[in-house]
């Protein structure tokens, strides 16, 4: 069985430049999540979209970031502009169901950025 | 609000040690309880679960019980090898919110 996938790996930018990341979760999986890894921390939920509807998106920063899985499969998360601060790994996550039903979360291997 | 608290990194065994990594937890409720593991170029993968209390959630050697009293949830294993180095996350799941995840904890093996 194809894990999720996440394009780029590693992402170097300057900042105030715009960058986009991409997802692909496992075939089926209705639930998808965006989080931000910070180095030392544990993730943080970005997004949380069910089908191809927010479901949470209380720690979004919506005055830079944004996502969208606009057909229910695959996701795109972008940052415009880029602070230093968003250096970070940002990691994509499926899921059968929800967390209501705690399904099991697979997780991509993320894409790490570095904003210079 | 929910919040978890895991023991500080980072965690050097020999082979063969005795492992335990402390886990404790503030919710509301009655939270699911999980440990995700981190293996090196990988993502995390959940290693085991306990969905209530004095569930004891077990998988490759690793074990947690969930401590309603202690809000506790720390990880043991009573032999570690070489190939468990990993970073370790405690998290939990309050019923139908997301899951929050602790810091994490980089254990290293030697041999």
């Known amino acids: 069985e194809a894990g999720v996938a996440q394009s780029p790996r590693y992402k170097i930018i300057e900042k105030r430049q715009s960058v986009a990341f991409w997802c692909n979760p496992i075939s089926g999986h209705a639930t998808l999540y965006w989080y931000q890894q910070i180095l030392g921390q544990g993730p943080k939920l970005l997004i949380q979209f069910q089908n191809n509807g927010v479901v949470d998106d209380s720690q979004l920063p919506k005055d830079r970031f944004s996502a969208e899985r606009l057909k229910g499969v695959d996701s795109t998360l972008k940052i415009q502009p880029a602070k230093l601060e968003d250096s970070a790994v940002y990691l994509c996550a499926s899921s059968l169901g929800s967390p209501a039903t705690n399904e099991k979360l697979f997780f991509g291997s993320g894409t790490q950025l570095s904003v210079l | 609000g929910n919040s978890v608290t895991q023991m500080e990194g980072p965690v050097t065994l020999s082979e063969e040690a005795f492992l335990t990594i402390n886990c404790t937890y503030t919710a509301t409720g009655y939270p699911s309880l999980f440990w995700y593991v981190q293996y090196p170029g990988e993502g995390l993968q959940l290693l085991l679960k306990a969905t209530k209390a004095d569930d004891k959630g077990s998988n490759k050697g690793f074990e947690a019980t969930y401590r309603k009293e202690t809000t506790s949830f720390h990880l043991e294993k009573g032999s570690v090898q070489v190939s468990d180095s990993a970073v370790y996350f405690c998290?939990?799941?309050?019923?139908?919110?997301?899951?929050?995840f602790g810091q994490g904890t980089r254990l290293t093996i030697n041999p």
């Open positions: 998290a939990l799941n309050p019923r139908a919110q997301k899951l929050v």
